[in-house]
């Protein structure tokens, strides 16, 4: 017989989780005021919130701790860091940052300007946020089949380039500090880019004269649909196809609490020494010194033994093949889902799901809290919520898509896990018709409402 396919790990360390029932869930979503952000941890009993600083470290990445130099300049665990990221990414340069936005704060401070316009595909929220901050414009470039939930295309994370073509030719393109490229796409649904598209999207921005940055969260899982899907590379290594893949960029930010397997970090890599030692101001204003930015010695030691285990193929197949074990259960189970299937999240269809709920009501938020209901899980929602008030008019906006996201953890829970997330969402898609309508605002922030939102049932 031919041997299943099992988990390229074994399990050292564990840590409780309970199982609550009903009621006590009921109640604790009322304290909450609907907002699953505003839940104790310890309510949850699968959290699949966010699969960013959530993972669980390798045997290798705790003892790296120990060894980690704590010196204020120069550490060893710089060095190292530095070493690997010039391996994997061939980039002489970097800065180190305390996460992902933290990068973007550094290198857009020297890069962005008012009126300046970022082309790219389905900007990240913090990416956009960043640019609208300094009063520039994120202009998306996806191709449209991104937007269609279940056309089938190996790489929805492309961008068009006819679309990146005409905001080249529309704009000045001094006013275009660069294209910024999200790999995977987590906007789209944690979708890929190819290796055609990367080096196409960097020969167009090099005929019109600017740079490609590439967002990079989860650029090992774009690197293994690479080898999986795309002609030519499935004899290649993940480290061969990352070292190519960024050969076709500038420079990175990075939230390496995504693909590095860590809790917190990030980093900024550079190809031009010049804009390196810039941004390195910024850096010290906002992060640190140029050494640590932002990070312990012994956190920069478990980034960089998390850069090599993360661009292991073992490892990407056990964790891209947990997501879609998921999806596959859900699917015979006929829930509606955005496919194919993201490399770090499985994005539930609210809209289908729930077409009774009218947009006014927040379908996918609604949906959400029934899922936390009905089995103690914790998803996010990827909707109006998150999409916000237009600055101008104050008017909700209204995503074309309203989604559930269920983003896996890295190496955190098992398949019986992901058995039960499915059978809690089959049994919410059992009545869903029960489910008569959504929720009110009873009070929200400025801005970034999604995080501290209250709602009131309807
Ligand atoms: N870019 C992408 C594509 C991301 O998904 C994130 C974070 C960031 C940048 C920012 O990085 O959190 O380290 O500051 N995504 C998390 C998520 C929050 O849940 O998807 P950060």
């Not at 499935?234 to 480290?239: A, C, E, N, V, W």
């Not at 899980?377 to 008019?393: H, N, Q, S």
């Not at 996201?405 to 059992?430: G, Q």
């Not at 929720?439 to 995080?451: A, D, N, V, W």
Request: charged share 25%.
């Amino acid at each position: 017989m031919e041997l299943p396919f099992a988990e390229s790990y074994k399990i050292k360390m564990v840590e409780p989780i309970r199982r609550s029932t009903r009621e006590e869930r009921e109640e604790w979503l009322k304290e909450a005021y609907y907002n699953l952000f505003n839940l104790r941890a310890e309510y949850v009993y699968i959290d699949l919130l966010t699969d960013s600083g959530t993972g669980a470290m390798s045997d290798r990445q705790w003892s790296a701790m120990m060894l980690g130099d704590e010196s204020y300049a120069g550490a060893s665990s710089y060095l190292k860091m530095k070493a690997v990221i010039k391996e994997l990414f061939g980039f002489n340069d970097f800065l180190p940052t305390h996460q992902g936005r933290a990068a973007e704060n550094v290198l857009f401070s020297l890069l962005v300007k008012n009126g300046d316009i970022v082309p790219g595909n389905s900007h990240f929220d913090t990416t956009k946020g960043h640019i609208e901050f300094r009063h520039a414009h994120a202009v998306d470039c996806t191709i449209d089949e991104a937007f269609h939930p279940t056309e089938f295309h190996p790489f929805k994370g492309n961008l068009d380039l006819n679309k990146l073509e005409n905001v080249f030719k529309k704009y000045p393109i001094e006013k275009i500090p660069f294209v910024v490229v999200t790999l995977t796409c987590n906007t789209s649904g944690g979708q890929p880019v190819s290796m055609q598209n990367l080096k196409e999207v960097y020969a167009l921005a090099k005929k019109y004269g600017t740079r490609v940055i590439f967002d990079s969260a989860r650029f090992a899982e774009n690197a293994y649909f690479i080898k999986t899907r795309e002609e030519g590379y499935q004899d290649k290594t993940i480290k061969e196809i990352v070292k190519e893949m960024y050969s076709y960029a500038d420079g990175m930010t990075m939230s390496s609490k995504k693909d590095a397997i860590v809790n917190m970090g990030g980093f900024i890599g550079f190809r031009e020494r010049k804009m390196y030692e810039e941004a390195s101001v910024y850096n010290i204003m906002f992060e640190g010194f140029v050494t640590y930015g932002g990070m312990s010695g012994r956190d920069m030691n478990a980034l960089t033994q998390g850069l090599l285990e993360g661009t292991e193929f073992d490892y990407l197949e056990t964790r891209i093949k947990q997501v879609a074990y998921l999806g596959d259960q859900l699917k015979t189970y006929g829930v509606p889902m955005l496919e194919p299937f993201g490399g770090h999240a499985i994005f539930l269809n609210a809209k289908e799901f729930l077409p009774q709920i009218p947009k006014e009501e927040y379908i996918a938020q609604k949906l959400a809290t029934e899922i936390y209901l009905e089995g103690g899980v914790r998803a996010v929602e990827i909707g109006t919520m998150l999409a916000d008030r237009d600055p101008d008019t104050r008017e909700n906006r209204y995503p074309e898509l309203e989604m559930v996201r269920l983003a896996i953890p890295r190496r955190v829970y098992t398949n019986s896990h992901m058995d039960y997330v499915a059978a809690t969402i089959a049994n919410v898609f059992e009545r869903r018709n029960e489910i008569k309508r959504g929720y009110k605002i009873l009070r929200e922030p400025p801005i970034m409402r999604h995080f501290t939102v209250e709602l009131e049932t309807l």
